[in-house]
């Protein structure tokens, strides 16, 4: 079992920055990629970005590309999002998950762990 904790999230105008901290305990996350997902109210988990298990290999949704930035120590076990330039439309509950895979997915369907998420709101 992995526990994970994010954190980070809050409110914040648009065109600022926010930086979520996704902490893992429990079995180590060293092997396995991590992935960030976001729900906005009445609308499916999106993708928003992947990294490998050893951070060489990141993808991003088209949406957020050039704005996020996905980082990871498999030391501390901790990932991160910093997130840039941000829209209104990036206001959602923020998730980060543990995928199947080394290499990490863009499917939700393809994780096996994940956090409690966290609120990030974006005013206009």
């Known amino acids: 079992q992995v526990q994970l904790v994010e954190s980070g999230g809050g409110l914040v105008q648009a065109g600022g920055s926010l930086r979520l901290s996704c902490a893992a305990s429990?079995?180590?996350?060293?092997?396995?990629?991590m992935g960030w997902f976001r729900q906005a109210p009445g609308k499916e988990r999106e993708f928003v970005g992947t990294?490998?298990?050893?951070?060489?290999?990141?993808h991003y949704a088209d949406s957020v590309k050039g704005r996020f930035t996905i980082s990871r120590d498999n030391g501390k076990k901790t990932v991160w999002l910093q997130m840039s330039s941000l829209k209104p439309e990036d206001t959602a509950v923020y998730y980060c998950g543990v995928s199947t895979y080394a290499s990490g997915s863009d499917s939700p369907t393809e994780y096996k762990f994940w956090g409690q998420g966290t609120q990030v709101t974006v005013s206009s």
């Open positions: 990294i490998n298990w050893i951070g060489t290999d990141i």
């Open positions: 429990g079995r180590t996350i060293t092997s396995f990629g």
